[in-house]
């Protein structure tokens, strides 16, 4: 079985307003020297398969018909043993 993750960032080029949120806050709690914070998530699922480049192929599907915006979001797969 192989163990996929699926990270799903915004575009550079988008507003990422929890982002500035939390940059705001660290900024307030002492953390002067961050310059930038962008919030993402982060889809871990097991897949009954040790084929790799199946697996790819499901999780990239995956990601494009339901689990990223294409518009505003970017996506990364990173495949490991489970």
Sequence with gaps: MLKGVI??????NVLDVQGQA?????KHLG???????RIGRQ???I???????????Q???????LLANP???YFQIDIKEA
Excluded: C, N, W, Y
């Design 7 to 12: 990270t799903v960032m915004l575009q550079p």
């Design 22 to 26: 939390v940059q705001g806050a660290l």
């Design 31 to 37: 953390f002067e020297s961050v310059e930038k914070v």
């Design 43 to 45: 889809i871990e699922m």
């Design 47 to 57: 897949l009954p398969t040790e084929d790799r480049e199946a697996a790819r192929l």
């Design 59 to 65: 999780l990239r599907e995956m990601a494009e018909k």
């Design 71 to 73: 518009v505003i979001e």
